[in-house]
């Protein structure tokens, strides 16, 4: 191992206390997160330790300025209960794609995958083994200068916290279409996964919810035309003849769930158009007749429909008995990550470097 990377137990795990039957999303974290620092230029003192507060200084930059960047992953078990991960590198180079939009140091590619190694490894036993349940992963890195000053930070903290959730019953959600809002532009930094982007999208969202939707559809920030996504989900459009989705244009997230669906797509005899899509050409479509369903991509949910769209007086509905894309896209990828079927795209990577149980 190219890292090494000191491990310190907790002598009081709080496993036994967790009803894996029954797990809030976000809430419960595993009794170990891996943590690394980088100081004078390199990352340093690479190490798993007990979840607890960090002391933070006042004038800490992240907090400031917003240099904090993150990612969102899954391990699974494996048909046999072998904990794997799902396209971890894909994962490290888009960590390391939001961290040079943000002026951040990269993390070595060897460092992210041996890091979350031996951080699933060490918490195997919190890898719920409930279909569809699975350990969630949350690498975060953000700036530790002390500095009250529009700068890059000398000095960083990478950490990997791991949360076991249950299977995501996500129900359809219902959309407006944002007409006054915009989550970025191109040129701008909707294309990393960094802090500012979701405290800027909390306001739309409640106000949306305020009016009865679950989250609001973003719009291109020119001209209200084009649609970009939706909160942490990328879109796709089933048309009779058609599957588009919003080509990445600089604005959206790169999701790796798109990027995965369409692999599985063109597997299956589909040509997926990664272009820009109006939401005239929904509309229009929705009014001939021709649009079948929307759903949203992303590790969390997986897929999850659209089951109303509103855009200014038009309401969408859909037909629920219509939806199949985005079921078997769902299953499949599901199948894949848990070993049932073949990983015909290699995207499966077993844990490799087991670290002792205490
Ligand atoms: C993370 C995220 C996605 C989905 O990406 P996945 O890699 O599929 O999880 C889409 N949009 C935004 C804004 C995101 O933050």
Redesign the pocket.
């Known amino acids: 191992m190219a890292y090494q990377i000191k491990v310190n137990k907790t002598k009081d795990s709080r496993l036994p206390g967790v009803d894996f039957k029954n797990i809030p999303f976000g809430k419960v974290f595993s009794d170990h997160m891996f943590e690394a620092d980088y100081i004078d230029g390199a990352w340093t003192n690479p190490n798993i330790r007990p979840v607890e507060p960090l002391a933070i200084h006042p004038a800490n930059l992240a907090l400031h300025y917003g240099q904090s960047i993150f990612e969102?992953?899954k391990a699974f078990a494996d048909h046999e209960g072998h904990p794997v991960l799902f396209r971890p590198e894909m994962?490290a180079k888009?960590m390391n794609a939001s961290g040079a939009r943000m002026s951040m140091p990269d993390i070595p590619e060897e460092l992210f995958l041996q890091a979350l190694d031996a951080l699933v490894s060490l918490e195997r036993e919190w890898i719920p083994t409930e279909p569809g349940s699975s350990l969630y992963l949350r690498p975060l890195m953000f700036a530790t200068d002390e500095f009250i000053g529009v700068a890059a930070s000398q000095t960083y903290k990478f950490l990997i916290l791991a949360l076991p959730v249950g299977p995501y019953y996500s129900k359809p959600v219902k959309l407006i279409v944002e007409d006054h809002f915009v989550?970025a532009v191109a040129g701008g930094t909707?294309e990393a996964?960094t802090a500012g982007?979701?405290a800027a999208s909390l306001l739309p969202a409640r106000l949306a919810r305020e009016k009865g939707y679950d989250q609001v559809m973003w719009m291109d920030a020119h001209e209200f035309k084009y649609i970009q996504?939706v909160?942490?989900?990328?879109l796709f459009f089933v048309f009779k003849d058609k599957i588009v989705t919003p080509a990445t244009d600089g604005a959206?997230?790169?999701?790796?769930?798109?990027n995965s669906f369409i692999h599985i797509l063109n597997d299956w005899g589909y040509a997926v158009e990664e272009r820009p899509i109006s939401i005239d050409e929904v509309a229009d479509a929705y009014r001939e007749g021709n649009l079948i369903e929307i759903f949203g991509?992303?590790?969390?949910a997986v897929a999850s429909q659209v089951s109303l769209l509103t855009y200014g007086a038009l309401d969408i509905h859909f037909n629920e008995s219509n939806w199949d894309m985005s079921f078997k896209l769902k299953q499949t990828l599901e199948q894949i990550r848990h070993g049932l079927i073949e990983d015909k795209f290699g995207w499966v990577v077993p844990i490799e470097h087991p670290v002792e149980m205490a």
């Open positions: 969102g992953m994962h888009r989550r909707g996964k982007n979701y996504e909160g942490t989900m990328n959206i997230l790169k999701g790796i769930t798109r991509s992303g590790t969390a």
